[in-house]
């Protein structure tokens, strides 16, 4: 990264985009420019066309420019929801391309990262998804290198999971650019207590995936769960596989997880088909199938019992928290 230069940044905005993404990322580089009393980093807030974007939180952001029109940045970042599209896609897809092709550094934040793959600049690149959004970007991208790291820096493409990774991206930037103990010292102004290197995993809840202070017998128990959600593997062949009895299994799991095996890959997989709900536009039939059951039916009752709510009424709540052009988007 070149020292001598102000870093160019572009957030491109999209209706509905997490607020806490965007604030993550430029509170770290102001804080940079304040502390050493010059401006090493600027940025520009960037829509579609230029028009106000209402965020997740229903507060309004008006951008400085359009991003057709957006004057040689250094970066430009994605900030959305996982549905978020353009309204012109293949004049936007194809600015995108242009500015990746010019050298510039593209990159997603949390939901972000679902358009920046849709305009076709990854391809052949890693990146990084947040774990609530993993069965919904498999779903849509099924050959697209997914990585459970906080950040993914592959040569000019740069992703990271959500806010807090946002924040830490901000610090690598800092770092990169200025020094590490100005990135300690932005760190310090924002009690964030450590930096987060790349190569770290995501941390998860327990009953979501793999965490490091499960038992190892149970984490690879449940890595088995994990490759197998479309295709349901079961207690039997998971304890063959290991080498250990089913009994075995059975008991590891309700030591480390207060559930048996059965239930705890049952709730994976209601947790992969409720991101598929709200993060996807699939059928209900769809998303029984990738989650292995082979009608709705079974799904149905078991969405119910662990959200206690339908899979019809999730998608309509959190459809009427989705804006697009400004407005709330209506259930169908």
């Keep these: 990264m070149n020292k001598s230069?102000?870093?160019?940044?572009?957030f491109l905005i999209f209706p509905g985009f997490p607020m806490s993404c965007l604030t993550s990322m430029i509170e770290p580089l102001r804080a940079a420019n304040e502390i050493t009393g010059k401006e090493s980093f600027a940025w520009t807030l960037v829509s579609e066309d230029g028009r106000k974007v209402l965020s997740s939180a229903h507060v309004v952001f008006e951008p400085d420019a359009a991003l057709e029109d957006l004057n040689q940045p250094d970066m430009v970042f994605l900030l959305s929801e996982p549905l978020s599209k353009f309204e012109v896609p293949r004049s936007a897809n194809a600015t995108l391309r242009r500015l990746g092709r010019m050298g510039v550094v593209l990159g997603g934040i949390s939901g972000g990262v679902f358009p920046l793959v849709r305009s076709g600049v990854m391809d052949g690149h890693g990146c990084s998804v947040h774990w609530c959004y993993e069965a919904a970007f498999r779903a849509e991208f099924p050959d697209a290198p997914m990585m459970d790291e906080v950040i993914?820096?592959?040569?000019?493409?740069?992703?990271?999971?959500?806010a807090a990774a946002g924040f830490e991206l901000a610090l690598r930037l800092i770092e990169e650019k200025l020094s590490a103990e100005l990135a300690h010292e932005v760190a310090c102004w924002f009690q964030h207590p450590m930096m987060?290197?790349?190569?770290?995993?995501?941390?998860?809840?327990?009953?979501?995936?793999?965490?490091?202070?499960?038992?190892?017998?149970?984490?690879?128990?449940?890595?088995l769960f994990a490759e197998r959600i479309s295709d349901p593997i079961s207690v039997a062949e998971v304890a063959s596989t290991l080498q250990v009895t089913p009994r075995q299994v059975e008991r590891a799991f309700k030591k480390a997880t207060g559930m048996n095996p059965t239930r705890y890959y049952r709730d994976m997989r209601m947790k992969a088909a409720r991101q598929l709900v709200l993060y996807t536009k699939d059928s209900m039939a769809?998303?029984?199938?990738?989650?292995?059951?082979?009608t709705a039916t079974p799904?149905?009752?078991?969405?119910?019992?662990?959200?206690?709510?339908s899979p019809q009424e999730d998608r309509g709540k959190i459809n009427a928290l989705r804006v697009e052009k400004g407005a709330e988007v209506p259930f169908a």
């Design 5 to 10: 230069e102000i870093i160019q940044i572009g």
């Design 152 to 162: 993914v820096t592959d040569r000019r493409r740069f992703t990271a999971s959500g």
């Design 196 to 223: 987060r290197g790349e190569g770290v995993r995501q941390r998860v809840p327990v009953s979501t995936g793999i965490d490091s202070a499960l038992p190892d017998l149970v984490a690879r128990g449940v890595a």
């Design 286 to 294: 769809q998303i029984a199938h990738a989650v292995g059951y082979t």
């Design 299 to 309: 799904l149905l009752t078991h969405y119910r019992s662990a959200f206690g709510i």
